[in-house]
Each structure stands twice: as C-alpha cells, then as structure tokens.
C-alpha cells in the first residue's frame, strides 16, 4: 500500500501564475482533505471532498479551489498565486465511516512563490 | 469557535527523561482530540486519539486523556528516547464535522543522549 502520494514535492512559481496539485489517497479511502502548513505552524483546512464534491470549507479564498475524481484522487488548484501562499501543501485521506479525525496524510508538496 | 493552544517549543530534554507537553482547547459540542506527530523529513503521522472525555489514548509509550473538565489533552511520555525527536501536533475535530482537523501551532521536542 503506497499510502498517501502527492506530486509534485516541490515547486517555484511566479506571482500571479495558477498551480495545480495532485493527491493520490490511500487504499479504502474515500474522503480527501486539503491543509497549508506555513513555515513553524500547525496545517490550517482547506477543503475536505467526498463523492467528487466539496462537503467542507475552511477559511480560504475562492482562489483555492479542487475537484475530486471518480477513483478519488483529487487536485488543489491556486489562481492567481500571491507571495503569501508559500507554505507546505498537505493532503490526507480517510475513510467516511472511520473515526472522525484519523486521517493519513502525504508528504506534502512544497510550494514557493517568487 | 474551535482553536487549539499548545506549548510553546521549542523543548530540548535528555534521553530518558520526563515528557509533558501541554494542550489546552475550544469548542463547541464534543470535539475527538489527536496527537499528530511529524518526524524530520516525514508526513504527519496520527499518534494517538480520545473520542470522548475521559478516555485515554495511548501509543508507543505516549498518552494523553482526554480532559473536559479543564479543556485539556496534555501529551506524556515517562522516558524519552533521541528517536522521539520531531514536531507534535495537537489537533482537533470538531463534532458533526466529519473529520475537518483543527491543529495547534506544534511544539518542536529535541532529544539529546
């Protein structure tokens, strides 16, 4: 089980530009949740999906937005990207009928805005 | 609303000593509480969980208890060891939310033999 995979691992793009990120989760899940973890602080929520919608918002811009796929991959997509967005972009997945909360998560992918 | 505070790092202690590490929340409801920990190049990894005051969530020599009563979850570990070295996470879920994770800001312990 390759557990949760996230690609790229890392990436530079210019102010203004858009960025995709994708996620892969783990075996069984099918519930995918988006984080940013800025240098020296806890992940703040995104986005969670679940049956190829958006089921819960934190508090982010429409900038950020995400899509879910039937085999429930999923993809986090930034416009218009701002120097503040720079920040460890983490996904992790769980199952809908697991405890709430015991999510795997992947690696992350690191993202830089210049 | 729902936050988290934890202690602040970063935290140096020996191999062998006495691990405390302090949580305290807000919410709403009946929240689940986690510890999440993130090991030096490494995703973040679930270390233990309570669903409902008064339980006690325990791994790898770890525990935390879940304590309504003073809105607290602290993490403790009798005898550290150099590999514990990482970043802890405390976290919570809020209820009827279905698994959304609001973390502290994360205390950072270093080990030394």
């Known amino acids: 089980d390759a557990g949760v995979t996230q690609s790229p691992t890392h990436l530079i793009k210019t102010r203004g530009q858009q960025v995709t990120l994708r996620c892969s989760p783990k075996?069984?899940?099918?519930?995918v949740s988006w984080y940013q973890q800025a240098l020296g602080q806890g992940p703040q929520f995104i986005f969670q999906?679940?049956?190829?919608?958006?089921?819960q918002r934190g508090n982010f811009p429409d900038r950020f937005s995400g899509h879910q796929f039937p085999n429930y991959s999923s993809e986090l997509n930034v416009n218009a990207l701002l120097l503040g967005d720079s920040a460890l972009y983490l996904c992790?997945?769980?199952?809908?009928?697991?405890?709430?909360?015991?999510?795997?998560f992947g690696q992350g992918t690191r993202l830089t805005v210049v | 609303g729902n936050s988290v505070t934890q202690m602040e790092g970063p935290v140096t202690l020996s191999e062998e000593a006495f691990l405390t590490i302090n949580c305290t929340y807000t919410?709403?409801?009946?929240?689940?509480l986690f510890w999440y920990v993130q090991y030096p190049g490494e995703g973040l990894q679930l270390l233990l969980k309570?669903?409902?005051a008064d339980d006690k969530g325990s791994n790898k020599g770890f525990e935390a208890t879940y304590r309504k009563e003073t809105t607290s979850f602290h993490l403790e570990k009798g005898s550290v060891q150099v590999s514990d070295s990482a970043v802890y996470f405390c976290?919570?879920?809020?209820w009827g939310q279905g698994g959304k994770l609001i973390f502290g800001q994360g205390t950072e312990l270093s080990v030394k033999p």
């Open positions: 992790a997945s769980s199952a809908r009928t697991a405890d709430s909360g015991s999510a795997f």
């Open positions: 075996s069984g899940h099918d519930t």
């Open positions: 999906y679940y049956e190829e919608e958006e089921r």
């Open positions: 919410a709403t409801g009946y929240p689940s």
């Open positions: 309570a669903t409902k």
């Open positions: 976290a919570l879920s809020p």
